[in-house]
């Protein structure tokens, strides 16, 4: 079977194939053990191509995401990124037995460019059209390896992983899904207000330090490591004793504004060493509130895994820290490769065909652009 993903909530254009192989026999106990290596007798999935188009330089200069100039970027890439997805993988329309679109959650206008263009390729072709929910995606991000390689992907015969609690972070994201196992999905916290993706961009822009800001905030934190300062600067950790597991970020930012004003009014010099210091005590706050409700509500519901997702997923220190607590939990514990931490098709494509064998596809007249989907059960 062969999948195509596409993929266009915000700024990201991007169009995936995926090839599955399925098992020559029945998986037996042995064989379904675990998800790092493809086994005989298992599903496998194979990423045949996974094409980004980013937008990051057109958003840069306004600090981010301007949805009609992502609507625009959208609609002018969509066609030459899908031809040069088909050609990587080797592949062609008439071979494609199923188009996953991602519906929501998103910008309105930027989700419609995909699921229309989907819907067109798909009546042309008369394929099977199936809605993914894009937080899904980064739950299944998890299952993929990189461009060429199989992973086993049928972890819906190992009882080892279930529950996993699933921390989700992003740019316009940040939240805890139960999953008690494929397609079966319980929120049990999210942000108030910011998500963490977007405060990293906030403070990053309150400094001049550019877009997207997870990236820069987290270079600049990693260089402070071994310089002393005599200013002493110190952030809250918003929430973190709350009693239950939502997240509140931007009590956060407005602390990092707070501290630089007070910079100004003592006319103190905001030098490099200085921006690096308040970088690493940001980073270090939104990283200790992310891993102690995490790990907190991984006790409590008893998970047997961790799993992290989401652009966000990317920073290396909030990676170490989580694998280091599941570790101590005696947890397992799974990341994606970083290739497809950021918005990409490969994981749309991949959610999208465990959903299809679970449910099937809908007709095209269901399918809406969904800006504020919820993740649910199917």
Not at 44 to 61: A, D, E, G, Y
Request: aromatic letters at 8%; glycine letters at 6%; a positive charge.
């Amino acid at each position: 079977m062969f999948i195509l993903g596409i993929e266009t909530s915000c700024d990201e254009t991007s169009v995936a194939v995926l090839k599955e192989n399925p098992p020559s026999r029945p998986p037996s106990p042995k064989a379904t053990e675990g998800h790092s290596k493809a086994s005989e007798g298992q599903e496998t999935i194979k990423v045949l191509s996974n094409i980004v188009s980013s937008q990051i330089k057109i958003h840069s200069p306004f600090g981010g995401v301007v949805p009609s100039l992502a609507a625009r970027e959208h609609e002018k890439n969509l066609a030459p990124v899908f031809k040069k997805a088909l050609v990587k993988a080797k592949t062609k329309m008439a071979d494609i037995d199923l188009v996953a679109v991602t519906q929501g959650p998103g910008l309105e206008i930027a989700l419609w460019k995909g699921i229309h263009f989907a819907e067109d390729i798909a009546k042309l072709w008369n394929k099977p059209f199936i809605p993914v929910n894009h937080l899904e995606g980064h739950i299944f991000s998890n299952w993929l390896k990189p461009v060429g390689e199989f992973s086993n992907s049928n972890l819906q015969f190992s009882k080892k992983i279930f529950p996993a609690l699933n921390l989700i972070v992003s740019g316009g994201h940040t939240q805890l899904v139960l999953m008690s196992n494929h397609g079966k999905y319980k929120l049990i916290g999210e942000t108030m207000d910011d998500a963490a993706g977007e405060a990293f961009d906030k403070v990053a822009k309150m400094m001049n330090l550019g877009y997207p800001g997870g990236p820069v905030v987290s270079l600049r934190a990693a260089k402070i490591k071994n310089q002393k300062s005599k200013i002493k600067i110190e952030f809250p950790r918003p929430m973190i004793n709350s009693g239950n597991y939502n997240f509140s970020f931007s009590g956060l930012k407005t602390s990092v504004l707070y501290k630089l004003r007070e910079f100004e009014e003592k006319k103190i010099k905001l030098d490099e060493n200085l921006i690096n210091q308040i970088c690493r005590e940001f980073q270090q706050a939104v990283i200790d509130v992310l891993v102690k409700k995490t790990v907190s509500a991984a006790k409590n519901f008893k998970a047997k895994s961790i799993f992290l997702s989401g652009g966000v997923s990317a920073n290396k220190l909030l990676r170490k820290t989580l694998e280091k607590e599941a570790k101590k939990m005696g947890v397992a514990y799974s990341q994606p490769d970083f290739q497809y931490t950021g918005d990409n098709a490969a994981m749309i494509a991949l959610a999208g065909f465990y959903k299809f064998k679970n449910k099937g596809a809908k007709k095209l007249k269901e399918i809406k652009a969904e800006p504020n989907l919820k993740i649910k059960s199917w």
